[in-house]
């Protein structure tokens, strides 16, 4: 039953691509000479004057160009024209230091909060107000501070994926059941030991879902902070493209960017089913 | 001293108890006077802020105590302050006022002498059954080996009768076996004390019953002192020596303490043949029907240092007022 099921959702799935595929290649094909021109000036002007072929790049394009870009991801030639696996991997590797720093200091803080009532109504006000700051009005003060542009992008990273974490690991360790606290209680279990052993494990669930939630955050973030810092990443290449007007580059980029957000989601889905435990 | 139990059972026989009033009774001040005081409860409170600045008082000045080896079995109305009472003589909850004495030590907090059966069986859901216990175990014995750790953790899951269902997790057993779980966690640590707040409550009358009979044997083969809390007047029958009834909160008090006059070799199945049976159940609901609503304004001189003591047999009965004198020395002692 849920095979079939599973085997006929996959069926609609590919119609429905095929259908969207197939409605941009009619949308953008060309539709034969529409002016009769000397070849000099035809060539000049592009297929898009000449063959009625309209500016958007068919799924034909932008397939024979994704397979260039995939047969070369790491080939660099200078600052303007680097692989698109340099790209993603600097967008990756700046989500991965923002977001790490963001676990080091969400997790424990988090912890800290959802312990003591003293701590969490002495943060709160804090939190309220930075929480919905966006992480981009943080970018000219993180520059002047910080000098740097890759730096103040981990910076951004840090800064957008540290509430969900924080907020989640606080809400996850105070809403522990009372009776599991109190199982460790009448075993004399230390406050520390009582921490790993069964805060940890009651919270995990929580804790991951907010691990989870900042994750896409920081993949959406990255690419509005590299768009603005520019250099290197996957958002610097959407803007770069976008001024080289090469759209067939920018949709590329764009498919990546939803592929390598998916990854990162399912990572983290795998780690939360993992601590996840059926009561 | 310590070998206090089958005396105190030996007076609370029927057939001493019928041999005349005053030589029953002499023995019976004698047999106090021997009895330490395994569980001192002393004029503890408990007060909850109330809805206008003032405050609820759940019960005030409540004294109980209990020998080594007894089964106390506490009944009354929902809300009256059973858990409460409970939860103080774990240590998971401070009494406003008052103290708890233990073994001859005021209890502060929560100890592994103390072992707790909870009411909704409070497993840890992401551990199996062998890592509840296990957890326990190490608990209390922090240097033991993984190896000894699980043989010991074995054995009490055994003993509740798990044998097989070792590495399941609680979500894939049923709630007896949840519940056997955590006995044997309660076991496992060989506690002196066993507290159960209603730990059968949420079962078949079946597996009640099962368990009821392992908790019985359990505590009987290994001289366990245990308090518990139930809504089950044929539980209380079965399993305590000693029937604590309260009356209704708010500012319930311990209005009697019933001494089982069944012989401790009783059975479940057969417990309603008994002589003594009806008179014993038929005094239990009377109180929780009627008398738990009325007591306090019926009894405006109820002492709760000497709650009455009452016996109930063939015929009406028996109230005997708890000797003074003989309170106050074992106070002494326990201090
Ligand atoms: N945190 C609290 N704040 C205020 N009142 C409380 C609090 N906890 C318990 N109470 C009150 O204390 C009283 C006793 O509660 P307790 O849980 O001991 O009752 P109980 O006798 O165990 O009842 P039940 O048989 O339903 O389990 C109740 O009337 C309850 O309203
Ligand atoms: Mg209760």
Redesign the interface.
């Known amino acids: 039953m849920t095979s079939s099921l599973r085997f006929r959702a996959a069926i609609v799935s590919i119609a429905l691509f095929l259908a969207f595929v197939g409605t941009w290649h009619i949308a953008t094909r060309g539709t034969g000479a529409v002016a009769s021109m000397s070849p000099e000036y035809a060539k000049l002007m592009g297929l898009t004057a000449t063959q009625g072929k309209s500016a958007m790049p068919g799924p034909l394009d932008v397939g024979s160009k994704l397979w260039e870009h995939l047969k070369r991801p790491f080939y660099d030639n200078g600052p303007n024209d680097k692989g698109l696996g340099i790209q993603l991997g600097h967008s990756i590797a700046r989500v991965g230091l923002g977001y790490f720093l963001a676990v080091i200091v969400a997790i424990p803080l988090g912890f800290l909060i959802g312990m003591s009532p003293l701590i969490n109504k002495a943060l709160d006000p804090f939190i309220q107000i930075l929480k919905p700051i966006s992480p981009l009005a943080w970018m000219p003060l993180a520059l002047y501070t910080i000098k740097d542009s890759g730096l103040s992008a981990i910076f951004v990273i840090f800064i957008c994926s540290v509430w969900p974490m924080l907020l989640n690991t606080a809400f996850g360790v105070a809403a522990v059941r009372k009776e599991w606290i109190n199982v460790a209680r009448t075993l004399e279990v230390g406050t520390v030991r009582r921490a790993f052993t069964v805060i940890l494990p009651a919270a995990a669930p929580t804790i991951l879902t907010g691990m989870r939630i900042s994750i896409g955050i920081a993949w959406l973030v990255i690419v509005a902070a590299e768009m603005l810092v520019g250099g290197t990443g996957i958002g610097y290449f959407v803007w770069n493209e976008w001024n080289n007007l090469s759209i067939t580059n920018v949709i590329i980029a764009i498919l990546l960017i939803g592929v390598v957000g998916m990854l990162l989601d399912q990572i983290l889905a795998r780690f939360a089913r993992m601590v996840t435990f059926p009561e | 001293m310590r070998d206090g139990l089958p005396e105190n059972h030996c007076f609370t026989s029927p057939r001493l108890r019928g041999a005349g009033g005053a030589r029953g009774r002499a023995s019976f001040v004698g047999a106090i006077a021997m009895i330490e005081k395994f569980i001192s409860i002393e004029a503890i409170a408990k007060r909850y802020p109330g809805a206008n600045g003032g405050e609820i008082a759940v019960f005030e000045n409540l004294w109980l105590s209990m020998a080594r080896g007894e089964f106390g079995c506490v009944i009354g109305h929902s809300g009256c302050g059973k858990t409460t009472v409970l939860n103080i003589l774990?240590?998971?909850d401070q009494p406003s006022e008052g103290a708890v004495i233990v073994d001859g030590q005021a209890i502060e907090?929560?100890?592994?002498d103390?072992?707790?059966i909870?009411q909704?069986h409070?497993l840890?859901?992401?551990r199996t059954v062998l890592g509840n216990v296990a957890?326990?175990v190490t608990?209390?014995w922090r240097d033991w080996d993984r190896a000894k750790v699980k043989a010991h953790a074995q054995t009490f899951i055994d003993l509740v009768g798990l044998t097989g269902a070792e590495h399941k997790?609680?979500?894939e057993l049923s709630g007896g076996m949840k519940q056997r779980v955590g006995i044997a966690r309660a076991l496992s640590?060989t506690p002196k004390i066993m507290l159960m707040d209603e730990p059968f409550s949420a079962l078949d009358a079946l597996t009640r019953g099962t368990l009821q009979d392992e908790v019985r044997r359990i505590c009987l083969e290994t001289g366990q002192t245990a308090f518990m809390i139930t809504h089950d007047v044929d539980e209380a029958i079965y399993l305590a020596d000693k029937i604590f009834l309260m009356t209704n909160g708010p500012g319930a008090v311990l209005a009697e303490i019933v001494e089982n006059p069944l012989p401790k070799d009783r059975g479940r199945i057969d417990l309603h043949r008994h002589p003594y049976y009806y008179a014993l159940r038929n005094h239990i609901v009377d109180f929780l029907v009627s008398r738990s609503k009325t007591f306090t304004a019926e009894n405006p001189g109820h002492d709760p240092r000497n709650v009455l003591v009452a016996r109930p047999g063939l015929g009406e009965p028996t109230i005997v007022p708890l000797p003074k004198a003989v309170d106050n020395s074992a106070q002494a002692i326990a201090r």
């Open positions: 774990a240590g998971l907090g929560t100890s592994l103390r072992a707790v909870f909704s409070a840890l859901p992401w957890y326990a608990s209390k997790r609680p979500s640590i």
